[in-house]
């Protein structure tokens, strides 16, 4: 495995007005799916995580070509076969996590760093791992270009997690594994909240929230059908 600084450390300047119009439409949009049909109880787009999206430029986290599509509730394609993931199930699963400032976040599957940077913007020191060493380095020029400091990023796969960063707050991953991970509930505080898709490529998947009680009890529940990449081993 290959280490990475925490980013910030330099990188473009980003013009956080440009197509800032495609964004509030597009978290309008969410708010108002979310008023509408109460996913999992919730009642609406909370400030925060709103907030977060309009902070955060979409189009800096796609490919070239799939930039005009930024703003599309729509699951964009990375490099290497990964997918970014439709921003309505990205702020569905933000709020799901309930981070809060100075948690500490593992993400697994960093991808392109779009939810790093959400996670991040909520006050949250993340620690991301991606097993593609291309799409790491460029998620880290991406979140420097940001100015974003609160996150460090490693070259790996997310089944071991990240013992000496443990124990986390939480942990949010972005590919699925055939089975919540032991090693992802071991390093998960008491009290805290991991959030994953679980089941096979291709089949059928549930997005899972595992909860560990203060009295270190695991309580397993599954959510919704989604759809994700595989979580590999590097």
């Known amino acids: ?5 925490k980013s910030g450390d ?10 800032r119009d495609e964004r509030e439409a597009l978290v309008a949009t969410i708010a108002r799916r979310m008023r509408a049909d109460r996913p999992l109880g919730l009642p609406a787009l909370s400030p925060r995580v709103a907030a977060a999206l309009m902070a955060t430029p979409r189009e800096l986290f796609t490919p070239a070509d ?15 076969g990964q997918t970014l993931s439709q921003p309505s199930l990205v702020a569905l699963m933000t709020e799901l996590l309930d981070v809060h400032p100075g948690d500490r976040v593992l993400e697994v599957g960093v991808g392109s ?15 991301g791992l991606e097993v593609i060493a291309d799409l790491a380095q460029a998620a880290e020029r991406r979140l420097a270009a940001l100015g974003i ?16 960063a443990a124990p986390f707050d939480a942990i949010l991953a972005a590919c699925a594994a055939p089975a919540v991970p032991p090693a992802l509930v071991e390093q998960l505080r008491p009290g805290g909240r991991l959030l994953l898709p679980v089941g096979p490529a291709g089949r059928a998947q549930q997005l899972c929230l595992v909860e560990k009680g203060r009295d270190g009890r ?3 529940q599954p959510l919704l059908a989604v759809a994700f990449v595989p979580m590999v081993e590097g």
């Open 218 to 220: 695991v309580r397993e």
């Open 10 to 19: 330099g990188g473009a300047a980003v013009d956080l007005a440009a197509r």
């Open 113 to 127: 760093g779009y939810q790093t940077a959400l996670l991040a913007h909520l006050g949250a020191t993340v620690f």
């Open 1 to 5: 495995m290959a280490w990475f600084g």
């Open 66 to 80: 799939q930039a005009p599509y930024a703003y599309q509730d729509q699951v964009l394609p990375l490099a290497a």
């Open 149 to 164: 400091r609160n996150v460090t990023l490693r070259i790996g796969d997310g089944h071991g997690g990240w013992p000496d």
